[in-house]
C-alpha cells in the first residue's frame, strides 16, 4: 500500500563529438532523462559550443513555416510523418514554395478587410444620422469642420447653450431621440477649438468626423452595401484561394512546424553541451529502472558512448509510480506537495482512504447517487468530446467553467466517483434517501421470509443516541487508527535518514497517543486508573509518562508545549460525524416541512415542493464540498503531518509529445512501425 517515488540515479553520458547530435535525438525520443547542467569540476574542463549555424537555420524555417501555418485555414491532419534526419527536414520545409503567393493573398486580404471596415463604418454612421436630408458634399468645407453627434437627451439643452455661448460660429442640426439626440455639428474658423474640446468632455458628447461621402444618405447607403457586397465577393475568393493551398500543403507545413520545434529544442541542448575538441559530456536523473534501457539504445546508436552512474548527495527528481486507478489521485498529493527523494508516496493511501472518508460524511443514498450520475455525465460528456455543458443552469454552468477547467472537472468527477459509490453504502446503512427512511418496507417484507433484520430500517441510525455513541466511537477509533499509521511512517522516515532522535520523539507521540487513547476508554467504561491500588492504572501512567520522556529525549522541552497537539489531532477525526449529522439533520428538517405542507391548502403545497427541491439541491451541493474539503484536510494536517515533508521537484524528462511526426530512435515506437508494415 505504501510505494516511494520511482528511484532515480544521477548519471552522466561521455560520447564523441560527432555523435553528439545523434545522443540528444535518442534522449529526447526516449523521454526519460532529466536534463541537469553539468557539475562544477566537469564544466571547468569543458566549452560551450556557440555560433551553431544549423540552429539559426532551423530557427529562420520554424518561425517561416510558423507564419505560413497562421496564414493559411487549419485542415485536419490525417497522417504523420518521420523525418529520418535534419537534412531531410530542411529540403521538406523549403519544398515548400508558396511564401510570395500566400504573402500577396494576405497583403491583398488585409486590405480589403480595412476597406470593408471603412465601409461598415460609414453605413453606420450614415443610417443613424440619416435624418439630414442633405447632401453630405455640404458639409465638407475646407474652412470648416463637420461633425455626427450624439449625447444624452437630457444633457443636449445645456450642450447646446455652452456652444452658443462661446460663439454663434457654429451650425448645429439636431433629432431628439428619448434617450439619445443625435445632433450634425458644423464649426465655423472662428469657434475657438479648446471651447469645443472642454464643452464636449464635460458634457459627455461623442463625436465622430463627417465620412468624405458625397449624395443624401439613402443613396450612399445603397451604394456603400454595394461597395461592401464587392468587396466581400473579393475577399470569399481569396479565401478560397488559401484554402485551396492549404489542402495541399497545410498537412506537411504541420508536421514540419512540429519537427522544427523538435530540432530546435535538441539543438539548444547541443549549443549548450559541454564539449572538447573530440569529445561530449552531459548530466542528468533517469530512473534506474530504464537506464539499461538507455545504455542499450544509445550503443545501438551511437558507438562508444559511455553512460556513467554517478554519486551525489543531490535530492532526486520525483516521479510517480502507482497503479493506473490511483494516478487520479496525484493531483491531490502534487496540491499538497511532492514526496522528495527517497520519501514515502501517500497517493494510495489517499486514494483509499479519501473516498471513505467523503461517503461517511455524506452517508445518503439519494445523495450519492446523484453526485454519482452527475460525475458520469460529465465524464462521458467532456470526455466524449462534447464539452458543452448546456444541459445545466446557467448560474451553476458559468460558475463551474470559472473555477475549473473540462479537465480539471473530469478528475475531480473521477475522484468523487468512489466517494459517491460508498456514501450510497452508507446511506442504505443507515437507512437514508434524501433524509426519508424506506428500508423498513423491504425490511418486513424480507423479515416475513424468515430473515431478522432490523425492524425499524437501520443497522446504525446516526440520529439515535445509540447510533451517535457508536458513530463517535468509529471516528475515534478512525483518529487513532490514522494518527497511529503516520507516525509509525514518521518513525520508518526518521530512521531510513538517520535521524535517531526524531525517530525516538516520533516514538513518544505514538506511545503518548495511545496512553490518552486507553485511559479515556478506561474512564467511558468505568474502569480503574489509580496507579496505587490497581496494576492497569498503572499501565496507563506509564504509557502517558514513558510517551512524555521519549519525546523530551527526541524533541526537547518544546514537545510539553505541544501535547495537546496529539489530543486534537485524535478527535478532529470526529468531524466526520459532525458534517453527517449536519446533512441528515438539514434533510430531515426539509422533509418535515414537506410533509406538513401537504395536509394544507395548494399554494402551500407548491411552496412545500418548493422548499424541498430547493432544499436537497442545496444539501447535495454542501454534499459535493464539505465532505471534499473536510476529508482532504484530514488527511492533510492530521495524518502527512506526522511523516510527510514533501518540498520534491517533479520529474521533467527531456522530450515532446508528438500530434503529427514520429520518434527517430524511440524502440518501441520502431517496432509497432515494423509489426504495422
Same mark, same amino acid.
Given at each position: 500500500?505504501?510505494?516511494k517515488?520511482?528511484?532515480?540515479?544521477?548519471?552522466?553520458?561521455?560520447?564523441?563529438?560527432?555523435?553528439?547530435?545523434?545522443?540528444?535525438?535518442?534522449?529526447?525520443?526516449?523521454?526519460?532523462?532529466?536534463?541537469?547542467?553539468?557539475?562544477?569540476?566537469?564544466?571547468?574542463?569543458?566549452?560551450?559550443?556557440?555560433?551553431n549555424?544549423?540552429?539559426?537555420?532551423?530557427?529562420?524555417?520554424?518561425?517561416?513555416?510558423?507564419a505560413?501555418k497562421?496564414?493559411?485555414?487549419?485542415?485536419?491532419?490525417?497522417?504523420?510523418?518521420?523525418?529520418?534526419?535534419?537534412?531531410?527536414?530542411?529540403?521538406?520545409?523549403?519544398?515548400?514554395?508558396?511564401?510570395?503567393?500566400?504573402?500577396?493573398?494576405?497583403?491583398?486580404?488585409?486590405?480589403?478587410?480595412?476597406?470593408?471596415? /471603412?465601409?461598415?463604418n460609414?453605413?453606420?454612421?450614415? /443610417?443613424?444620422?440619416?435624418?439630414?436630408?442633405?447632401?453630405?458634399?455640404?458639409?465638407?468645407?475646407?474652412?470648416?469642420?463637420?461633425?455626427?453627434?450624439?449625447?444624452?437627451?437630457e444633457?443636449?439643452?445645456?450642450?447646446?447653450?455652452?456652444?452658443?455661448?462661446?460663439?454663434?460660429?457654429?451650425?448645429?442640426?439636431?433629432?431628439?431621440?428619448?434617450e439619445?439626440?443625435?445632433?450634425?455639428?458644423v464649426?465655423?474658423?472662428?469657434?475657438?477649438?479648446?471651447a469645443?474640446?472642454?464643452?464636449?468632455?464635460?458634457?459627455?458628447?461623442?463625436?465622430?468626423?463627417?465620412?468624405?461621402?458625397?449624395?443624401?444618405?439613402?443613396?450612399?447607403?445603397?451604394?456603400?452595401?454595394?461597395?461592401?457586397?464587392?468587396?466581400s465577393?473579393?475577399?470569399?475568393?481569396?479565401?478560397?484561394?488559401?484554402?485551396?493551398?492549404?489542402?495541399?500543403?497545410?498537412?506537411t507545413?504541420?508536421?514540419?512546424e512540429?519537427?522544427?520545434?523538435?530540432?530546435?529544442?535538441k539543438?539548444?541542448?547541443?549549443?549548450?553541451?559541454?564539449?572538447?575538441?573530440?569529445?561530449?559530456?552531459?548530466?542528468?536523473?533517469?530512473?534506474?529502472?530504464?537506464?539499461?534501457?538507455?545504455?542499450?539504445?544509445?550503443?545501438?546508436?551511437?558507438?562508444?558512448?559511455?553512460?556513467?552512474?554517478?554519486k551525489?548527495?543531490?535530492?532526486?527528481?520525483?516521479?510517480?509510480?502507482?497503479?493506473?486507478t490511483?494516478?487520479?489521485?496525484?493531483?491531490?498529493?502534487?496540491?499538497?506537495?511532492?514526496?522528495?527523494?527517497?520519501?514515502?508516496?501517500?497517493?494510495?493511501?489517499?486514494?483509499?482512504?479519501?473516498?471513505?472518508?467523503?461517503g461517511?460524511?455524506?452517508?445518503?443514498?439519494?445523495?450519492?447517487?446523484?453526485?454519482?450520475?452527475?460525475?458520469?455525465?460529465?465524464?462521458?460528456?467532456?470526455?466524449?468530446?462534447?464539452r458543452?455543458?448546456?444541459?445545466?443552469?446557467?448560474?451553476?454552468?458559468?460558475?463551474?467553467?470559472?473555477?475549473?477547467?473540462?479537465?480539471?472537472?473530469?478528475?475531480?468527477?473521477?475522484?468523487?466517483?468512489?466517494?459517491?459509490?460508498?456514501?450510497?453504502?452508507?446511506?442504505?446503512?443507515?437507512?437514508?434517501?434524501?433524509?426519508?427512511?424506506?428500508?423498513?418496507?423491504?425490511?418486513?417484507?424480507?423479515?416475513?421470509?424468515?430473515?431478522?433484520?432490523p425492524?425499524?430500517?437501520?443497522?446504525?441510525d446516526?440520529?439515535?443516541?445509540?447510533?451517535?455513541?457508536?458513530?463517535l466511537?468509529?471516528?475515534?477509533?478512525?483518529?487513532?487508527?490514522?494518527?497511529?499509521?503516520?507516525?509509525?511512517?514518521?518513525?520508518?522516515?526518521?530512521?531510513?535518514?538517520g535521524?535517531?532522535?526524531?525517530?525516538?520523539?516520533?516514538?513518544?507521540?505514538?506511545?503518548?497517543?495511545?496512553?490518552?487513547?486507553?485511559?479515556?476508554?478506561?474512564?467511558?467504561?468505568?474502569?480503574?486508573i489509580?496507579?496505587?491500588?490497581?496494576?492497569?492504572?498503572?499501565?496507563?501512567?506509564?504509557?502517558?509518562?514513558?510517551?512524555?520522556?521519549?519525546?523530551?529525549?527526541?524533541?526537547?522541552?518544546?514537545?510539553?508545549?505541544?501535547?495537546?497537539?496529539?489530543?486534537?489531532?485524535?478527535?478532529?477525526?470526529?468531524?466526520?460525524?459532525?458534517?453527517?449529522?449536519?446533512?441528515?439533520?438539514?434533510?430531515?428538517?426539509?422533509?418535515?416541512?414537506?410533509?406538513?405542507?401537504?395536509h394544507?391548502?395548494?399554494?402551500?403545497?407548491a411552496?412545500?415542493?418548493?422548499?424541498?427541491?430547493?432544499?436537497?439541491?442545496?444539501?447535495?451541493?454542501?454534499?459535493?464540498?464539505?465532505?471534499?474539503?473536510?476529508?482532504?484536510?484530514?488527511?492533510?494536517?492530521?495524518?502527512?503531518?506526522?511523516?510527510?515533508?514533501?518540498?520534491?521537484?517533479?520529474?521533467?524528462?527531456?522530450?515532446?509529445?508528438?500530434?503529427?511526426?514520429?520518434?527517430?530512435?524511440?524502440?518501441?515506437?520502431?517496432?509497432?512501425?515494423?509489426?504495422?508494415?
Amino acid at each position: 500500500m505504501i510505494l516511494k517515488p520511482a528511484p532515480m540515479t544521477r548519471m552522466a553520458i561521455l560520447g564523441l563529438r560527432k555523435y553528439r547530435q545523434v545522443v540528444v535525438s535518442v534522449l529526447h525520443d526516449l523521454g526519460i532523462v532529466q536534463l541537469e547542467p553539468l557539475s562544477k569540476d566537469v564544466a571547468a574542463m569543458l566549452r560551450n559550443e556557440r555560433d551553431n549555424e544549423l540552429y539559426r537555420q532551423v530557427s529562420d524555417q520554424l518561425l517561416r513555416v510558423k507564419a505560413l501555418k497562421t496564414v493559411l485555414p487549419a485542415m485536419p491532419v490525417t497522417q504523420c510523418r518521420r523525418f529520418s534526419s535534419t537534412e531531410e527536414l530542411m529540403q521538406t520545409a523549403k519544398s515548400i514554395d508558396i511564401d510570395v503567393m500566400v504573402a500577396s493573398l494576405e497583403r491583398e486580404k488585409e486590405k480589403l478587410l480595412t476597406q470593408m471596415k /471603412e465601409t461598415e463604418n460609414n453605413i453606420r454612421l450614415v /443610417e443613424e444620422f440619416a435624418f439630414f436630408p442633405e447632401d453630405l458634399k455640404v458639409l465638407q468645407l475646407s474652412s470648416a469642420r463637420s461633425y455626427f453627434g450624439r449625447v444624452e437627451s437630457e444633457k443636449f439643452p445645456a450642450f447646446k447653450k455652452a456652444l452658443e455661448a462661446n460663439s454663434q460660429d457654429i451650425i448645429l442640426d439636431s433629432k431628439a431621440g428619448k434617450e439619445v439626440t443625435h445632433f450634425v455639428l458644423v464649426v465655423l474658423p472662428n469657434f475657438p477649438s479648446h471651447a469645443l474640446g472642454t464643452t464636449v468632455q464635460s458634457h459627455g458628447v461623442h463625436l465622430e468626423a463627417v465620412p468624405k461621402l458625397a449624395g443624401k444618405p439613402d443613396i450612399i447607403i445603397q451604394n456603400q452595401k454595394n461597395i461592401h457586397g464587392e468587396l466581400s465577393a473579393k475577399l470569399k475568393h481569396i479565401d478560397e484561394q488559401l484554402t485551396e493551398i492549404s489542402k495541399i500543403h497545410y498537412t506537411t507545413l504541420a508536421c514540419a512546424e512540429e519537427q522544427l520545434e523538435i530540432e530546435n529544442k535538441k539543438l539548444e541542448v547541443v549549443e549548450n553541451l559541454g564539449v572538447s575538441t573530440d569529445a561530449f559530456a552531459l548530466e542528468g536523473w533517469v530512473p534506474k529502472s530504464k537506464i539499461e534501457e538507455l545504455k542499450t539504445t544509445l550503443h545501438k546508436h551511437s558507438r562508444g558512448t559511455i553512460v556513467y552512474e554517478l554519486k551525489t548527495d543531490q535530492k532526486p527528481p520525483s516521479l510517480f509510480t502507482n497503479p493506473k486507478t490511483f494516478r487520479i489521485f496525484e493531483s491531490f498529493i502534487r496540491f499538497y506537495s511532492l514526496p522528495s527523494g527517497e520519501e514515502f508516496d501517500p497517493t494510495l493511501i489517499f486514494g483509499l482512504i479519501f473516498p471513505f472518508f467523503y461517503g461517511l460524511m455524506l452517508g445518503d443514498v439519494g445523495y450519492g447517487l446523484v453526485i454519482l450520475l452527475v460525475c458520469r455525465w460529465v465524464i462521458r460528456r467532456v470526455e466524449g468530446g462534447k464539452r458543452n455543458l448546456n444541459i445545466m443552469p446557467k448560474p451553476l454552468r458559468n460558475f463551474a467553467k470559472m473555477i475549473l477547467k473540462p479537465r480539471q472537472m473530469v478528475k475531480l468527477a473521477k475522484v468523487m466517483t468512489p466517494g459517491a459509490i460508498i456514501a450510497i453504502m452508507f446511506g442504505f446503512t443507515f437507512d437514508l434517501y434524501f433524509g426519508f427512511h424506506l428500508n423498513g418496507y423491504l425490511f418486513n417484507h424480507l423479515n416475513s421470509l424468515g430473515l431478522h433484520l432490523p425492524t425499524n430500517g437501520a443497522f446504525l441510525d446516526p440520529l439515535s443516541p445509540f447510533g451517535l455513541r457508536k458513530l463517535l466511537l468509529i471516528s475515534g477509533y478512525i483518529g487513532i487508527g490514522m494518527v497511529s499509521f503516520g507516525l509509525i511512517l514518521g518513525i520508518l522516515n526518521s530512521y531510513r535518514e538517520g535521524e535517531k532522535r526524531h525517530m525516538i520523539g516520533k516514538l513518544g507521540w505514538l506511545v503518548f497517543g495511545w496512553g490518552i487513547v486507553l485511559t479515556g476508554l478506561a474512564l467511558l467504561h468505568h474502569g480503574h486508573i489509580n496507579p496505587i491500588h490497581h496494576v492497569e492504572g498503572i499501565g496507563y501512567f506509564g504509557l502517558l509518562l514513558g510517551g512524555i520522556g521519549l519525546m523530551l529525549y527526541g524533541e526537547g522541552t518544546r514537545a510539553i508545549m505541544e501535547l495537546p497537539s496529539i489530543v486534537s489531532h485524535i478527535l478532529s477525526y470526529t468531524r466526520i460525524v459532525g458534517i453527517l449529522l449536519a446533512s441528515v439533520i438539514l434533510a430531515d428538517v426539509i422533509d418535515f416541512i414537506f410533509i406538513k405542507t401537504t395536509h394544507h391548502t395548494l399554494p402551500y403545497v407548491a411552496l412545500g415542493v418548493m422548499i424541498f427541491f430547493i432544499g436537497h439541491i442545496f444539501n447535495i451541493i454542501i454534499g459535493v464540498f464539505e465532505p471534499g474539503i473536510q476529508g482532504a484536510r484530514l488527511i492533510y494536517v492530521e495524518f502527512f503531518s506526522k511523516f510527510f515533508h514533501g518540498n520534491g521537484r517533479p520529474f521533467k524528462p527531456f522530450g515532446t509529445r508528438r500530434q503529427f511526426t514520429y520518434d527517430q530512435y524511440n524502440p518501441e515506437v520502431l517496432n509497432k512501425e515494423r509489426i504495422t508494415a
